[in-house]
């Protein structure tokens, strides 16, 4: 356990989150419906016995999150929350990514892993993975938004990735721990990828992609949105480059993120 205070549901915080505005009215109305249910109070059980958990009530929930429109009420948690206080890089790409995007990251982020800032992804199969695997390789840190509870892993292959970021890294999700895997999952996981995040990088994409979704995010949230362009016709760059036509910074070396995050740390 953290040695931060973390608020129970049954906790008089609660009431501070349901009394002082915090949440939506939405928000509030599914809490007073379900609040003291038996499937909420052993649903819960579960949850804190076998991860940890933020609410928005705890001084340590992530600032930048908690401004975000409809921070998730609770994040549960796995691994390191410590990660959380770095400067964060989102990054997040195609499932289904071509050799030049790995040559990419391998080339532009562990210069920016090197200097402390730590990698958001979401453990998607393709450039999600590879953004984890690149942090790890070069001694950084990772944090992976998933869209499952912490007890599933989707997909089922990166199972061996997420027992490894769960113990030297951090895992969080904001569903309970045995849910599945559900297409809107994934697109409110995306919000809380760019939410977490600075700068969000967007390696590859097609034109209609979540990655375009965690963009669009990102530009609500009032992060900087960067983009690896690539060639006019290539499928996979046609996201990028049009996200870089819309105002978006091309990336061409690791410097170009540096400069977006570490600008007033940098000696």
């Not at 379900?34 to 705890?58: E, K």
């Not at 990660?83 to 050799?99: D, I, K, N, W």
């Not at 990698?119 to 953004?131: C, F, K, P, R």
């Not at 999700?173 to 967007?202: D, M, T």
Request: proline share 6%.
């Amino acid at each position: 356990m953290q040695d931060h205070q973390v608020t129970r549901l049954t906790d008089p915080g609660l009431a501070d989150l349901l009394a002082h505005g915090v949440l939506t009215a939405r928000q509030r109305q599914a809490i007073q419906l379900g609040l003291f249910s038996d499937q909420v109070t052993q649903q819960f059980t579960l949850n804190t016995s076998r991860s940890q958990c933020l609410t928005l009530a705890d001084a340590a929930y992530p600032v930048a999150l908690r401004e975000i429109y409809e921070p998730p009420v609770v994040l549960f948690y796995l691994g390191n929350l410590a990660h959380l206080s770095a400067p964060q890089l989102g990054v997040v790409g195609t499932r289904h990514p071509s050799t030049y995007a790995f040559r990419a990251m391998q080339a532009v982020l562990p210069a920016v892993v090197q200097c402390g800032v730590t990698i958001v992804s979401g453990m998607a199969q393709g450039v999600d993975t590879l953004a984890h695997q690149v942090a790890l390789a070069h001694h950084g840190t990772t944090i992976a938004v998933v869209g499952t509870g912490l007890g599933r892993c989707y997909p089922a292959v990166n199972r061996p990735l997420m027992a490894q970021l769960a113990r030297q890294q951090l895992v969080v999700s904001e569903y309970p721990w045995a849910a599945g895997p559900a297409k809107f999952h994934f697109v409110e996981r995306n919000r809380v990828i760019s939410g977490l995040s600075q700068s969000l990088l967007v390696v590859e994409a097609a034109r209609r992609s979540g990655s375009l979704i965690t963009a669009n995010f990102a530009l609500q949230e009032n992060r900087n949105v960067l983009a690896i362009p690539g060639a006019i016709d290539a499928p996979n760059s046609v996201g990028t480059n049009e996200l870089i036509l819309a105002g978006a910074k091309p990336i061409l070396n690791s410097e170009h993120i540096i400069e977006e995050l570490l600008v007033d740390k940098r000696p």
